[in-house]
């Protein structure tokens, strides 16, 4: 008499959970069918993302140290100053190796 008690109460059990699994997969689709039928509220509008992204851009600019005419110059005197010295080392050190090859061949 005991067993068939334990086996009503679990299958109540059982039914009872089904009926909860089945309210929540009812709950999650009505979800899912309300934010389908709401496609503005849930998408950002471009042209204001834009323009948040434009407005941000154009802080960011304020903040830049922007060099004026002297330090442009002294700038650009480094940089040139630089790309000859390591054209030129570029260009002994293959006059070398190319000297040292030749010796190596013949």
Do not use: C
């Not at 059990?13 to 699994?21: H, M, Q």
């Amino acid at each position: 008499m005991m067993a068939e008690v334990n086996k009503q109460d679990k299958s109540n059990k059982k039914d009872k959970n089904s009926g909860k699994e089945l309210v929540k997969k009812e709950r999650k689709e009505t979800v899912k069918k309300a934010a389908a039928n709401k496609p503005a509220a849930n998408k950002p509008n471009r042209i204001e993302s834009a323009r948040t992204y434009i407005r941000g851009v154009m802080n960011e600019l304020k903040k830049v140290h922007w060099p004026n005419r002297r330090e442009t110059a002294i700038y650009t005197s480094v940089v040139v100053v630089s790309v000859v010295f390591v054209g030129v080392l570029i260009w002994v050190f293959d006059a070398l190796l190319g000297a040292v090859m030749g010796v190596l061949i013949k």
